[in-house]
């Protein structure tokens, strides 16, 4: 197994927040490719990309609230993003599922957004944004709503609770308000205050990240194409037909569902570095 097929493995197993440090990486990819200025050592996202505070920008283009939050203006900007999505995805999807998880970052960066652009509109700026940091810190702020007591341990410090690491991000963009990426700690600071809305709204009962699943699955419903079947007459034979024997048959499909099972059990224990060649060629072969 190359390369090539190891992370197109991993992609196929690792889940929603596994394929959103994907997207954001592809994202990056392709802006070097298309946006990337080498003379200025900067990137030069076009309207249709980055979250514009203009009027004409935005209402033009309303995807960009969502656009943005993909998109990232430096390699350190990513990592760091990167770093901090797959540590605070690990903690909420160890009490909520996919489809929350995902829920919550699309509203998130959306809210986020829009806070952002009302902000900057009210103080008469003008500015662009880009980065996925309001929608993670959305999903940190909520697994800490949950469960603040949670302990974490971090490597060089030991263990902490889990409120002690969120309030500390938390008090960095609170101090770097008035100082240089004001727009950035804004929409950080909005992105918290949904995810901790989320949790308390969730808890009195309503999910709003079944809003996001339903989209969704309206537009995969729509391109998905009914099989047609036509019309057959059928003349039913009531004489007794041999059954068919297909003892076999199950038995070969009940072993390989039990040796998929128990690789995805070694990976959730231990985690996908962990499995040996022959495993990882096993499973690319049966996703095949």
Known sequence: MNILDDLKLQYKLGGIANRLIYWNVACFLISLLFFYQFQAGSFAYPSW???????????????????????HDGFWHLVFNMIVLNFSSQLFLTFFNQKQFLGLYLLSAVFAGIVFVTTYYLMNISAPIVGASAAIMAILVAVTTYQPLMQVRLLLVGNVKLWHITAVLLILDLMQLRLENMGGHISHLAGAFFGFFYIKVLQNGTDMSLLITRIIDFFANSFRKSPSTPFKKVHKNYS??????????????????????????KISQSGYDSLTKEEKDFLFKSGK
């Open 240 to 265: 007794r037909q041999p059954v068919e024997k297909r003892a076999s048959r199950i038995v070969t499909k009940d072993k390989v569902q039990q040796q998929i099972d128990e690789i995805l059990d």
């Open 49 to 71: 990309i980055l979250l514009s505070t203009s009027p004409e920008d935005f209402i033009y283009n309303p995807w960009t609230f969502l656009t943005y939050a993909f998109f």
